[in-house]
């Protein structure tokens, strides 16, 4: 256990380090740590709307972040590509993003198309229906995300890299709140870029 714990807390301050220096990024995913949060509950209520909200709100602020506000160039923090970055990233570095984004932009066209999921689901009878049809496929999507670069990661790196990566996951709504609640308040005092002082603690 004490091992699983140390492997998941490099994953956490890697991701930080490497990956959040924005202040509006920081911003963008304090919005989604909340939105995820919310969606958890959904889970319970209605996991359809759980979907909806957390693709739909939760993922696009966070991916956003990444792709239009945090900087790409040579990293002067932690003396690192951004090619060298994406090659060691855990997770899903921008490339494999890319696609999961683009699979999940087109899946209503799926729906649309094949209204009844070769058969898994009953045809839509109303605009309400497609997006809630719409909204179960983005569930499978984001369960089969999850669960394909867990076992990915238990080939390429084993068990305890992949587990301590979908804990970490899971637990990122969380974590990212205590990160960056602060982070508004930084980009309204002007402060574009977090200094990050506290590397040499990680």
């Known amino acids: 256990?004490?091992?699983?714990?140390e492997t998941l807390r490099i994953q956490r301050w890697d991701d930080h380090r490497y990956y959040h220096h924005d202040r509006i990024n920081q911003s963008l995913h304090l919005v989604s740590a909340l939105s995820f949060v919310t969606a958890y509950l959904f889970l319970f209520i209605d996991p359809i709307v759980s979907a909806l909200l957390a693709w739909l709100v939760s993922?696009?602020?966070?991916?956003?972040?990444?792709?239009?506000?945090?900087?790409?160039?040579?990293?002067m923090v932690?003396?690192?590509t951004h090619a060298y970055k994406?090659?060691?990233?855990?997770?899903?570095?921008?490339?494999r993003k890319v696609v999961l984004m683009a699979v999940w932009a087109?899946?209503?066209?799926?729906?649309w198309l094949?209204?009844?999921?070769?058969?898994?689901?009953?045809?839509?009878?109303?605009?309400?229906?497609f997006v809630r049809t719409v909204g179960a496929l983005w569930l499978a999507l984001g369960a089969g995300g999850l669960l394909f670069r867990v076992l990915q990661l238990?080939?390429?790196?084993?068990?305890?890299?992949?587990?301590?990566?979908?804990?970490?996951?899971l637990t990122d709504p969380f974590h990212d709140?205590?990160?960056?609640?602060?982070?508004?308040?930084?980009?309204m005092r002007g402060q574009r870029t977090d200094p990050m002082h506290h590397i040499h603690l990680g």
């Open 1 to 5: 256990m004490q091992h699983f714990l």
């Open 106 to 111: 087109l899946s209503p066209i799926l729906v």
């Open 154 to 169: 238990l080939w390429q790196q084993g068990a305890q890299t992949a587990l301590a990566w979908m804990t970490k996951v």
């Open 86 to 95: 994406e090659e060691i990233k855990v997770g899903y570095n921008l490339r």
């Open 59 to 75: 993922m696009t602020t966070r991916q956003a972040g990444h792709f239009f506000f945090e900087p790409h160039a040579y990293d």
């Open 114 to 129: 094949e209204p009844t999921l070769f058969g898994l689901l009953a045809s839509y009878q109303s605009p309400e229906d």
């Open 177 to 187: 709140i205590m990160l960056y609640w602060k982070a508004p308040i930084y980009l």
């Open 78 to 80: 932690n003396q690192a």
